[in-house]
Nanobody, 131 residues
Framework: VQLQASGGGLVQAGGSLRLSCVASGGAISNYYTGWFRQAPGEEREFITAVSWSGGSTYYVDSVRGRFTISRDNAKNTVYLQMNNLKPDDAAVYYC?????????????????????????WGKGTLVTVYS
């Protein structure tokens, strides 16, 4: 499966953006899917993931309450709604999916591993937040 992220842009602090991750060559419903971000000079960090049906989600503390991950499997798409954006949210955002029996575990323990434990990556989309 190939993943393609889009929807990034320039937004003022306090504003909102919605990112999309569209899958091709396979059904995104087969994959627990998540988002990472990487700011300049920083390591890539995992921020959120959603289960195959969308019934279960996980957020890191820095985005919980402001970001919402969701999916529309009929459209082969996972979304990231980002509200109340802060300058610290500025980064390149990537969608990704593991291929493991414990996919959420793959997201949580992937830091420092090759490809952060993910099997599939989309090209990033840039989010710039100005104050």
């Amino acid at each position: 499966v190939q993943l393609q992220a889009s929807g990034g842009g320039l937004v003022q602090a306090g504003g909102s953006l919605r990112l999309s991750c569209v899958a091709s060559g396979g059904a995104i419903s087969n994959y627990y899917t998540g988002w990472f971000r990487q700011a300049p000079g920083e390591e890539r960090e995992f921020i959120t993931a959603v289960s195959w049906s969308g019934g279960s989600t996980y957020y890191v503390d820095s985005v919980r309450g402001r970001f919402t991950i969701s999916r529309d499997n009929a459209k082969n798409t996972v979304y990231l709604q980002m509200n109340n954006l802060k300058p610290d949210d500025a980064a390149v955002y990537y969608c990704a999916a593991p291929q493991e029996n414990d996919p959420l575990g793959a997201f949580l323990r992937g830091m420092g591993l090759p490809t952060y434990g993910m099997e599939y990556w989309g090209k990033g989309t840039l989010v710039t937040v100005y104050s």
